[in-house]
């Protein structure tokens, strides 16, 4: 095995998520009627070779860990090899809550001192997209960089990703977080390959400094004396980090085919927690359209454009279009659901009409009666 | 040494060979059931919800695909450090130097003493790998102690038409057993065995030596429970009460499914107190798209529906095409329904393709010519990997296996009654 992998779960994404992340971590966040945030790059750590990986988390983390509880289910459970759920902890002399993203790794230093791979990926856990690391591996290694960062060309949205301006050899010689005047459309998708080693000095020179943020205090203050390269990644990303929209709109993402296809339908494909629930049920008066849907789910009523996890149940004359319906939330008789993102567990009782617009979906937090 | 209260040993080696083709590369525990499940999900689940770790299973006929199924026991989490489930294949013995295939469903256990004894367990509790029930093996286990008995055997109350196609034990008042009767022409009790024993091992230890010697194809039914009541031994029945059933045919396999798709089915498989487990390798989203109409259906994780489908069950990654039509009919997992075919009353076994246009199920009801017995229920059959190419027709009772061509099908049709089997790859 080349490499390890280092999956930054940590991020705090409260003001922009909102109810959804109060209780839980971005990366634990259910996507496509089956799937979590992290199970993406889980599987493209599992899938691309990567036998050994760290999930570094502290906000939520309660969330994060009910889910990873066993790493069978992504062939992590090896002798060599395995998952690794970090939080913060306290020693005999510091008790620190990571303090930024390099920060969170170099408290958890000893993984990267214990490993004997050559190289570690580093990338955030609350993308959703498919890759094959070992690719940017290679031309990590026959490029020569220090450093890889995978790239993506973007059409919109520029000013919420770091934009990087490589030159003719692939070089990155500028790199702006969130600029407002973008200099080109390549986007940082937050992936980094680097050797073990560079990694460790380059922490344990800079965090003791105070430099506890990788992208501003490593990306863009080495990118001079550093060889850093541009790897360009062409598939389907999408980060649900930047808010309740982009939440959604990832999920609907999901009704087209061309995007859920190599999900779900190319070999190799995103593995899940296994949770063993009996085939959707479909009853007289179902009518389910346009829309993906896991296991255990009862229908009894109508169905349009939606994402339906598992467990949910859809009551008799009750009709739900346009929204998001997570695990176990039971929507009574006659209702009326539409542009709505119904989180786990909720009860809409019969005959409540819960109503919100493209723009603006209503947001029902866990547990929630209505 | 550790001990080990009770052990299970599962047998799994029968072929079931009423079922046709749907058990011709596979043994029958191994055969789809409700969508996502296989027969032997059932019995396997019970025992882990039972508190039972340590299962045997025994295989023989085709057991390949039980194999690959079962593994190390992730699913049901059987993959322990102590225990587990382990597959008991026949094998060749020392001392000697052939094998010997298991000759009946004692002499199977007789095989294995050895892995019973290496587990040292106080009761043994036997299973057949071929019945749909939720049943917990720890309540029967507590009444086998405390009554005391060498043998409890689970019986389920019959009508008195349907008694003479069981084994029926016939009981004093207290439960205790006096006599045994396979199939009788004139049953006096509708208590049926269903093939659920627990046994004190030591007990039927004893037994199987001694009835290896006389019965070399040695059988529950027929020779240890009567050698045992014979001798005097205690034997008590376990009153069940709830959903059995045996899958034995064609036809009751497809009523039993079925049964699943009611709005209120007798047997729930939506309740998270008894959970089924399965291997599913993985368990992607199903798709319905818009112009897909699927009602009173159980459709299987990673399906994806353009066309109608009513009355059905759909195992895992089934696709039907564009204005296809599905109804009254069983499809297994990884089977390609083409764009506008029409499907009724039928059994599509697992990664089969059917062509764009072709019709299923349709014309007379005529018994299958070869088979008459197995296929007369009006339902046509296709074996798992069988293609069936675009625009043919197809009738009743058929049955058709492997790649076939337009050529198999005289004027396009196949008509009902008539097969094709083509062998090779």
Redesign the interface.
């Known amino acids: 095995m080349k490499a390890i992998g280092v999956i930054l779960a940590g991020g705090n994404n409260k003001g922009r998520l909102g109810q959804l992340t109060e209780n839980r971590a971005a990366a634990a966040l259910p996507i496509a009627s089956s799937y979590r945030a992290i199970d993406f790059v889980l599987s493209n750590m599992s899938n691309s070779g990567i036998g050994k990986v760290a999930v570094l988390t502290q906000y939520n983390s309660r969330s994060l860990r009910d889910h990873l509880t066993s790493s069978k289910w992504w062939d992590f459970g090896r002798k060599q090899g395995g998952l690794f759920v970090f939080t913060p902890y306290i020693s005999s002399t510091e008790s620190n809550w990571f303090r930024g993203t390099a920060d969170s790794i170099y408290q958890n230093i000893s993984y990267l001192l214990r490993s004997t791979e050559e190289y570690v990926v580093v990338t955030s856990g609350d993308a959703i997209y498919k890759i094959d690391y070992s690719k940017v591996i290679n031309q990590h290694v026959e490029s020569g960089a220090d450093i890889t960062v995978v790239y993506k060309k973007m059409e919109d949205n520029l000013r919420n990703f770091g934009i990087m301006e490589m030159n003719e050899a692939g070089r990155m010689i500028g790199f702006e977080e969130k600029p407002e005047q973008a200099k080109t459309n390549c986007a940082s998708l937050g992936m980094y390959v680097i050797s073990r080693t560079l990694l460790i000095d380059l922490l344990t020179q800079g965090v003791p400094e105070g430099k506890y943020d990788w992208v501003g205090d490593y990306i863009c203050e080495n990118k001079d004396t550093l060889q850093i390269y541009g790897y360009e990644f062409e598939g389907y990303w999408s980060t649900i980090s930047t808010g309740i929209i982009a939440y959604y709109k990832t999920n609907m993402d999901f009704l087209k085919k061309e995007v859920r296809n190599p999900f779900i339908n190319e070999y190799p494909y995103i593995e899940t927690k296994a949770k063993d629930e009996p085939p959707a049920k479909y009853n007289v008066g179902a009518d389910v359209r346009g829309s993906i849907v896991g296991s255990g789910t009862i229908f009894n009523g109508v169905v349009e454009s939606s994402v339906i996890f598992r467990k949910v149940f859809v009551g008799e004359g009750a009709s739900v279009k346009h929204s998001i319906i997570m695990e176990g939330t039971t929507i009574g008789k006659g209702c009326k659901i539409e542009y709505a993102i119904l989180d786990k567990d909720v009860v809409v009782s019969d005959g409540k009409d819960v109503i919100g617009t493209l723009d603006y979906p209503v947001v029902l937090k866990k547990g929630t009666v209505i | 040494m550790r001990k080990n209260e009770m052990l299970a040993m599962l047998l799994a080696g029968g072929q079931g060979s009423r079922l046709g083709v749907l058990t011709r590369k596979v043994a029958k525990p191994a055969v789809s059931f ?3 499940y296989r027969i032997i999900d059932f019995p396997l689940s019970n025992c882990i919800n039972s508190g039972v770790n340590t299962v045997g299973v025994l295989t023989q006929y085709q057991p390949l695909r039980l194999n690959q199924h079962i593994g190390i026991g ?2 049901w989490d059987l993959d322990r450090k102590n225990g587990g489930v382990t597959i008991l294949a026949p094998h060749v013995k020392g001392g000697g130097d052939s094998g010997e295939w298991f000759m009946g469903t004692a002499n199977a256990i007789y095989q294995n003493i050895d892995y019973i004894d290496n587990n040292n367990p106080e009761y043994v509790l036997i299973l057949s790998g071929d019945h749909i029930y939720k049943m917990d093996y720890s309540d029967m286990l507590r009444e086998h102690k405390e009554t005391g008995a060498a043998a409890t055997i689970a019986v389920l109350e019959v009508t008195m038409e349907e008694a003479s196609r069981f084994g029926i034990m016939n009981t004093n008042p207290d439960g205790s057993i006096y006599e045994f009767e396979e199939k009788p022409a004139n049953p006096k009790s509708n208590l049926a065995s269903m093939g659920i024993y627990i046994f004190t091992w030591d007990r039927l230890r004893d037994a199987l030596i001694e009835d290896n010697e006389i019965h070399p194809d040695s059988d529950f039914g027929k020779h240890i429970i009567p050698k045992m009541l014979d001798e005097g031994q205690k034997l008590q029945s376990y009153r069940f009460q709830g959903y059995w059933k045996d899958v034995g045919t064609i036809e009751s396999y497809w009523e039993s499914n079925m049964e699943l ?1 009611r ?1 209120l089915p007798e047997f729930n ?2 309740e998270s107190r008894w ?4 291997n ?23 399906c994806e529906i353009y066309g109608e ?1 009513t009355r059905s ?2 195992g895992d990654e089934v696709y039907v095409g564009e204005g296809a039509i599905v109804r009254d009919s069983i499809i297994m997992g990884k089977t390609v329904i083409g764009a506008g075919a029409v499907i009724e009353r039928c059994i599509i076994d697992e990664r089969c393709v059917v062509g764009e246009g072709v019709q299923m199920g349709i014309g007379e009801n005529i018994p299958n010519e070869r088979k008459p017995g197995i296929y007369d229920s009006g339902i046509t059959v296709l074996g798992d990997h069988t293609t069936i190419p675009a625009n043919v027709k197809i009738g009743k009772n058929c049955v058709a296996y492997g790649k076939t061509v337009e050529s198999d099908y005289p004027n396009g049709v196949l008509v009902s009654g008539k097969s094709i089997v083509k062998e090779g790859k």
Request: glycine letters at 10%.
């Open positions: 409700g969508g996502r992730i699913p798709i709005t498989l939506y959970k089924v487990y399965t599913s390798d993985h368990q992607p989203p199903a798709f319905t798209g818009v112009e897909a109409k699927v009602s009173e259906a159980l459709i299987s994780d990673g489908v069950i759909l």
